[in-house]
């Protein structure tokens, strides 16, 4: 066969040793037809170019975004000036990266998150775009700051949620960003777990999570109103802390969109009248549900709302908007999402999303119908090549249909590839179609990858997110096998070298991938993954309490429900681990306490079974350090290529993490 080299230097040298190393391995990929290697580096490093999460300032005339400080390499917020090269870092973060950052209404102060070390205690602090002074306006120790409300036309105001004065629930504060002076505003009775502000910043709806995972919505007419209940739903309907509850109120204050499940199998987005209760349907689809909705930051009213089907597709609300989107739809072919936007609503930045490029990040100009391009996540990135996610199905084994994504690599004959089962976390989430880099990274080493939204998983009604209900281990367990069989049967794995690795629930779904089904994979990655569940559950944070219902309710009742906890605890099966465990877990772990990777550690070492303990002392739940990610993955390879055979980049220097092996 002739193959066609079109090289640079350093790409071919990359190739080589890649090739070389999976010849030495043993492994059977057509390493020749694969192309190049992507370096870790752009994947999970800090490239200099890397740009993200793009936010136009609410006059329009300058763009922030997030990158690395060239002195640190450590993701700081930069800013930019409309249609010059003037960029700049205007953060000195060095050592926790910033990722998110949102623009006061003044458009001279960015505001960001940051915690410490990984400890979920975010704050948040703000920084004039002029003088670059950064100040904390949550400097409390061990607290937690979350947004609730910033209004552009309330400019030097924003509503805070802290848990303060109790580490069990977050109370409403009245924050003056010009002073800095903050004041109580709304207290927390001890069961509120989300609140949500009229558009005259007026906290007016509370999202409680009742005893037995139910949820209650909670308005007032005012302030000063006593709070009474409005809608009330049990806990089969779509609820919890990741469904379902107030959206936002209506223009005029006297109405509220909720996204409920009530009188349908998926979640519609809804409108009630404050006062009388009375609703109606706005927007439903007969088996995914509502995903996001996207209303105007000006009028407040409603521009459009999506549904994640195989892809996510957008219903305009607003007729308004029709020629923007005709437009927008055709310089993109891929998943369209509106970012960001200025006051005005006549500059909008728009995410152009597809599954096989790094996102790219329009500034489209609504006067002009004209989108230019600002920029993509790594520039770097787009000369190589990626895998298209092809949406999947299948029947699992009482009946139910799942569905999921099947990445496979790009220049080898998809038949009877090493496989890694990738298992997304929550498990009140989903997998998508759009880029994923975790998939991206497998399959550009030669591996197929699997991602199934299992039962139990988010957006495809509550019948099926209900089919998950303390099936942790059990049925949520069976249809991951069964994707797994739907791949050996299709011919696209080898039965022989298929792999479960996963991030939190995923962890989990690693670890129980491995004791309860121990003939099915032979190796596993579990990332930050609870081992026990009676733990997990006896240690969650403090400011979980109100959840504790819909934990229950989902995982079971540590104490009534001991038995059944511990038959689904691959803590109390380590005996059957005989596959080779590779486990990531950062100490400072708020969720998943490293106590649940010591245990299972410890048990599987005791049977002889060979175990990987790679422990972060400066992280939390995830990896977020850009360092510590490359680190990881650099191990992972190794660990993946021995016992897959796929090929791998050897680790550089700063790569090497022997001293964080326990």
Known sequence: MLVEFNLAKSDLISWLAAFSVGVLLGGNVAHSELPPLVPRELLFGSPTNS?????????????????????????????????????????????????????????????????????????????????????????????????????????????????????????????????????????????????????????????????????????????????????????????????????????????????????????????????????????????????????????????????????????????????????????????????????????????????????????????????????????????????????????????????????????????????????????????????????QWLANRGYAVLQINFRGSTGYGKSFHNAGDREWGGKMLDDLIDGKRWAVEQGYADPKRVAIMGHSYGGYAALAGLAFTPDEFVCGVDESGPANLITLLQSTPEYWAPTLGELKKHIGDWEKDTDSLKARSPAHHANRIKAPLFVVQGANDPYVKQAESDQIVQAVRQNGTPVQYLLFPDEGHAIERPENDMKCRAAEEVFLAKYLGGRLEPASEKEKCDDLMK
């Not at 975010?122 to 002074?133: E, L, S």
Request: hydrophobic content about 35%; charged content about 25%.
């Open 51 to 439: 740009k993200n999460n793009p936010r136009i300032s609410p006059n329009g005339k300058y763009l922030a975004y997030i990158a690395p400080a060239p002195d640190s390499l450590v993701y700081n917020v930069w800013l930019q000036s409309n249609g010059k090269q003037d960029d700049r870092v205007i953060t000195q973060e060095k050592k926790r990266p910033v990722y998110a950052c949102f623009w006061q209404p003044d458009s001279e102060h960015i505001l960001y998150y940051r915690d410490g070390d990984g400890d979920e205690n975010t704050h948040i602090y703000q920084v004039d775009i002029r003088t670059q002074n950064t100040r904390d306006l949550t400097p409390f120790v061990g607290v937690q700051a979350e947004l609730v409300a910033l209004n552009p036309n309330i400019p030097d105001e924003m509503l805070v949620a802290m848990n303060w004065e109790n580490r069990k629930c977050h109370d409403v504060y009245r924050l003056n960003l010009k002073s800095g002076a903050m004041e109580l505003d709304t207290r927390n009775p001890g069961d509120v777990w989300e609140w949500t502000a009229d558009n005259r910043n007026q906290v007016r709806a509370a999202k409680v999570i009742t005893p037995d995972g139910g949820t209650e919505i909670r308005v007032r007419a005012s302030p000063k109103a006593k709070w009474r209940s409005f809608q009330t739903w049990g806990p089969d309907e779509c609820s919890g802390t990741v469904q379902g509850g107030v959206w936002a109120f209506t223009p005029n204050n006297k109405g509220v969109w909720i996204i409920s499940s009530v009188g349908a199998n998926t979640n519609r987005l809804m409108e009630f009248d404050v006062a009388s209760g009375k609703g109606k349907v706005i927007a439903q689809d007969p088996n995914y549900d509502v995903y996001m909705v996207q209303v105007n930051p000006t009028r407040y009213s409603l521009d459009a709302v999506a549904f994640y089907r195989e892809r996510l597709d957008w219903t305009l609300l607003d007729k308004r908007l029709e020629e923007d989107y005709r437009i927008l739809k055709t310089t993109c072919q891929g998943e369209l999402r509106v970012w960001s936007r200025d006051l005005a609503d006549t500059k909008w930045i728009v995410a152009h999303i597809t599954d096989n490029r790094v996102n790219c990040y329009y500034l489209y100009d609504r006067a002009t119908r004209k989108a230019d391009l600002v920029f993509s996540n790594s520039p770097d990135m787009l000369k190589y090549t990626f895998s298209h996610r092809q949406p999947i199905s299948f029947t699992a084994r009482d009946g139910l249909v799942i569905h999921g994504y099947l990445t496979l690599p790009v220049g080898v004959e998809p038949k009877k590839l090493p496989m890694i089962l990738r298992v997304h976390g929550g498990p009140e989430s989903r997998d998508g179609w759009a880029f994923d880099w975790y998939a």
